[in-house]
């Protein structure tokens, strides 16, 4: 199994930038899918971006040309890099690992607000 935790919400202006960092343990990265989910107030949780233990990666049109996500197996470490922020990207974000099932970190606060 593997433990995620994330960081790097906050507070950004229209058109900013925020970097999420997901870091796991327990398990190498190599073997596990991950992901960016992002859930607002009312609304359904969305998937925004992911990548296979190959290393392709996939986005939501929403967030697709602004958002990258990468990986660094040295620190075991998942980032969601976010440019042009916003205000519809204002959200949770969580990072999510799967093989067999899909383990949940407790998510980031991230707010667009001029």
């Known amino acids: 199994q593997v433990q995620l935790v994330e960081s790097g919400g906050g507070l950004v202006q229209p058109g900013g930038s925020l970097r999420l960092s997901c870091a796991a343990s327990g398990s190498s990265l190599r073997l596990y899918a991950m992901g960016w989910y992002r859930q607002a107030p009312g609304k359904q949780r969305e998937w925004v971006a992911g990548?296979?233990?190959?290393?392709?990666?996939t986005y939501a049109g929403s967030v697709k040309g602004r958002f990258t996500i990468s990986r660094e197996f040295a620190n075991s470490t998942l980032y969601l890099q976010m440019n042009s922020l916003k205000p519809e990207d204002t959200a949770i974000y969580y990072c999510?690992?799967?093989?067999?099932?899909?383990?949940w970190g407790q998510g980031t606060q991230v707010t667009v607000s001029s």
């Open positions: 999510s690992a799967q093989r067999m099932v899909v383990y």
């Open positions: 990548i296979t233990g190959g290393g392709t990666t």
